[in-house]
């Protein structure tokens, strides 16, 4: 059982992410200070060392935790029962835009920061980013078996661009419609 002490603990943990995010997203990971990470959550920013032993290390936890909770996301998808691999596809694409639109500055942090990571962090992330292209990669390819391995990589890195693309544009969130016209372009993409 978890005591409320260490869940107060995993509180203030994910708002010192969750602010991150947003700050890195909006001025850069090295334009950010501890004393602003620490404001935006309400604290001093020496209580950030409390949580995490420095500022990159709250960078690798969001980037490499993001590339573990799609992967592990897309896997249970996968595993779960479908009528067809088009409904499979279809709950893939849901689940990828609902991160995409519910993480938008996430997004903006990866596009961004990917090479402020150590180089031990950047190959964890590509690697779980590569694997996570293949469980999508895998549905397209029992869909559309004509299509050859290097065309569906060409397919799948489209579609997550598209998907991924609503994280650098205000207005799109203005769309009455942006869910339903983003999943009828992604299957558009990966069905051809």
């Given amino acids: 059982m978890t005591t409320a002490r260490a869940?107060?603990?995993a509180r203030t943990r994910q708002r010192?992410?969750?602010a991150a995010a947003?700050?890195?997203a909006d001025r850069g990971f090295h334009a950010v200070s501890i004393g602003e990470l620490g404001t935006a959550v309400g604290v001093s920013g020496p209580a950030l060392y409390r949580h995490?032993?420095?500022?990159?290390?709250m960078l690798e936890e969001i980037l490499i935790g993001t590339s573990e909770f799609l992967l592990q996301g897309g896997s249970e998808i996968v595993a779960a029962p479908h009528g067809s691999d088009r409904e499979l596809l279809d709950a893939l694409i849901d689940f990828h835009l609902t991160f995409a639109l519910t993480h938008r500055d996430v997004i903006r942090v990866q596009d961004r920061e990917l090479g402020t990571l150590p180089k031990a962090a950047n190959r964890e992330?590509?690697?779980l980013q590569r694997q996570y292209l293949t469980v999508w990669a895998e549905v397209v390819g029992r869909i559309r078996p004509e299509v050859t391995p290097a065309d569906r990589q060409v397919t799948m890195h489209a579609a997550f661009g598209l998907l991924n693309s609503t994280a650098h544009n205000t207005e799109v969130a203005a769309s009455?419609?942006?869910?339903?016209?983003?999943?009828?372009?992604?299957?558009?993409v990966l069905l051809g």
Wanted: charged share 40%; aromatic share 10%; no cysteine.
């Fill in 125 to 127: 992330v590509r690697k």
């Fill in 7 to 9: 869940q107060g603990k």
């Fill in 16 to 18: 010192f992410l969750d």
């Fill in 176 to 188: 009455a419609d942006e869910r339903g016209i983003l999943t009828e372009a992604a299957r558009r």
């Fill in 22 to 24: 947003q700050l890195f």
């Fill in 52 to 57: 995490f032993p420095s500022k990159e290390a």
